[in-house]
C-alpha cells in the first residue's frame, strides 16, 4: 500500500488508530463449546499457558485471569478499551494479557480463542497494523490456527471470517456533529461497507463527539484493502470536519469562542462535575485547541494537549476513577473527584488563553 | 455619640456609608416654582454660581450644567449615583458640583436647591456625617437656608422636613436574601422607621445582592439619633448576614464552592456576559472573598477586593460602558465589552484559589 503522511491538522481529527485481529487455534474447541466442555478449565489454562509463554519473549506482558478479578478491576480495564465486556462474561476460561504501555492487548478465550488489538495515538493503521502483526506471527508459530484455503482465517462469528480483522480510527468530530452532517456521513460510509460509531453510548449526549469509523466486513478483501479503504475513508470526514470548522468558527464567532473559554473556566475550576457535562466541556475545550484559542504548544502541536484531555477523559470514567482514589467513591464523591483531579492536571497542561 | 469601631468582618458586609442632606435657600422659590418662573435661568443661575463659588474655596469640583449634558453623559453621571433621574429631569434650571474622587456631589435644584451627599467605602456612618457637613457650613455661611426653628429645616417634600438628612449604608446580603431571612428583614426595620431598597432594581433578580438601608424619618429627631438608629439597624443586619454565611458554607459545602468557582471561572474566562449574569456571578465570586475560598489578601484586608469588584459592577453598566469604550455600543457589543474588560480587571486582581 502506498502512503503519505498525513498533515498535523489530521491529528486534531484522527485521534487514535486501531487493529484488530481474531483468531482461533485449529487443535482446540472454540470458546463457545469450550465453555460447556467439563474439562474446559483445564483446556482453556493450557491455551492461555501456551500465548503467554509466547509473548513472553517479546515484552513484559502482565497476564489477568478474569475470574480473579474483581468487578471493579474488569471496569477499570474495559473503560481503558483494553478487554470487552464479552470477555468479563467468559470468566469461567478467559485471560488477558496486556502490554505495560497498553499499546497491545491479547484477550483469549472471548468469542474466539484470541482477539489481539494494537491501539496508537495519532491516524497511521499500516504501523498499527504492522505491529499487530509482529505479535500474531509470533503466536502462529508454535500454535496453528484455524485456516482455510477458501475462507481465511475461521471465527466463531461469520462477520469476522477471512481476514479477521477490524481496522478503526478514533475521530473528534465536534463540527460535524453539532452541525448536523453526522447523519450524512454515516450513511455515505454505510454504503461503502464502514461502521460509524460513537465512542461512548451513542445518541447520549454524553460522547465527547468522539465517534470511531471501522470496516464492516472481513471477507473476500486483503488486509491492505481494507487498511485502504478505511483510511480513504477516514481522509474524507477529516477533510470535511476541518471545513466545518472553519465555516463554524467564522459563523459563531464570538459565540463559539465564549463556549470555548466558559468550558476551560468550568474545568479549570469547578468543585464537581457530573460525567455528562464532563465530556461536553472537555469537547469544547478541545474544539478550542484546535482552533487555535489557546496559546499554541512549545513544539506546535497542539494535538498533543487534546490527546492529554482524551487520556483525562478516559481516565476520569468511573472505574478509572475508583482506581485512582483506591477504594469506590459513590456518584456523587466520583463527581468531586474529576472536578478536583481535573483543575490539577489541567494546571500542569499550561492551556493559556 | 459614643462610637465603638466595627469588627474587620463588617466590611465583607457593610460596603459603603452616605449621608444625604436636602437644603433650600430661604430667598430663592422652591425649584418647583422656579421651573414656572420667567426669570428662571437667571436665577437657577445666579444660585449655581453662588455654591460653586464658595466650595471653590474647598477643592477642584467639577461643575456640571446639566442641560448642556449629553444623555450619555447623564445616564453615566446617574449610574454613578453621583446625580439623580430627578436632577436630569430639571435640567432646564439644574447643575451639579463632584468633587475629584467623586466622594462628594451637590446637586442643585433637584427637588430642593441643595443635595448634597457624600459617598464612602466601609462602614462609618459618623465620618460621613463629618464630611459632609463641612460642606454645608460652607455652602450656608454665604446663602442662608431656609430654616424654621419648630420644623427644621424646610424642604419641598415633608418627608425630607428636619433634619433633611438621608443616612444610608449598602449592604452585601447574599446569604440573608438567598437563605428567605430578607423578608423578615425588611419588615423588622420598617417597624423602625427604616427603608430597605434593592441596589440595582428590587426583585429583578439583578441585584447583585445589594441591599441600602436608611432612615425613612427626618422630622422630630436629631442627627446623632438618626444616626445611631440607622448604624445600630446595620449592626443587627450584618450580624444575622455573617451568621446565616457561615450556615450556608457549612449546609451546602461543596455546592457553594462549585457554584463559587465556577463563576471565578466563567468570569476570567468568558467572551460575553450579560448584565443580569454578571451580577449574578459577581456576587457568587464576592461571597467567596468573604468566606475565604481564595488565597487571602496581602493585608488581610479581604474586602478590599471585594470593593474592587463592587467598583468594576459599577464600571460595567451600560453607560459607564459607553464612556469607556469612547462611543456607544449595541447591548451586544456591551456583553463581549463587559467579558474583555472583566477579565482583564480580575486578572489584575490577582484572586487565586
Known sequence: MKRDMPRPAYESVAVSSRIRLARNFKDYPFPALLKRDPHAV???????????????????????????????????????????????????????????????????NEE??????????????????????????????????AYDKTFGYLTACPTNLGTGMRASVMLFLPAVSRRGVLKDIVSLLTRQGLVVRGAYGEGSGADGELFQISNEVTLGRTEADILAEVENSVKIVVEIELRERDRMAAEEGIDLQDRVMRAYGVVTNCRKIDAREYMRRMADVKLGIALGFFRPAADGRNYKQMAAID????????????????SPLSAEEQDVFRARYTVERMRELKLAP
Open 42 to 108: 483445564e483446556q482453556a489454562t493450557e491455551i492461555v499457558g501456551l500465548i503467554a509463554a509466547e509473548l513472553s519473549t517479546m515484552d513484559e506482558f502482565t497476564l489477568y485471569d478474569v475470574g480473579s478479578l474483581t468487578d471493579e478491576r474488569a471496569a477499570y480495564l474495559v473503560e481503558r478499551y483494553l478487554i470487552s465486556r464479552d470477555l468479563v462474561r467468559n470468566s469461567a476460561i478467559s485471560a488477558a494479557l496486556i502490554a505495560p504501555d497498553e499499546s497491545i492487548s491479547v484477550m483469549i
Open 311 to 326: 487520556d483525562l477523559i478516559v481516565a476520569m470514567r468511573p472505574a478509572n476513577i475508583n482506581r485512582l482514589n483506591g
Open 112 to 145: 474466539d480463542h484470541i482477539r489481539e488489538q494494537y491501539f496508537m495515538k495519532g491516524f497511521d493503521l499500516q504501523k498499527a497494523y504492522e505491529r499487530i502483526s509482529g505479535i500474531d506471527d509470533v503466536i502462529s508459530e508454535s500454535i496453528p490456527f
